[in-house]
């Protein structure tokens, strides 16, 4: 019997900037609406 494949992977998480945390990001263009369909994808709220 085959070993099932390993897949190694990693997400990079990008805070909103609310309550002071510091961690945002500003995007623009395309970027701004493929991170929107990301956010979507992962059913996180958009707010």
Do not use: E
């Given at each position: 019997?085959a070993?099932?494949?390993?897949?190694?992977?990693?997400v990079?998480?990008?805070?909103?900037?609310?309550?002071?945390s510091?961690?945002?990001m500003?995007?623009?263009?395309?970027?701004?609406?493929?991170?929107?369909?990301?956010?979507?994808?992962?059913?996180?709220?958009?707010?």
């Amino acid at each position: 019997m085959a070993r099932p494949l390993r897949i190694d992977m990693h997400v990079h998480m990008v805070g909103n900037g609310v309550a002071g945390s510091g961690a945002s990001m500003r995007l623009t263009g395309w970027h701004r609406l493929l991170a929107v369909f990301m956010v979507r994808q992962l059913g996180f709220p958009n707010g």
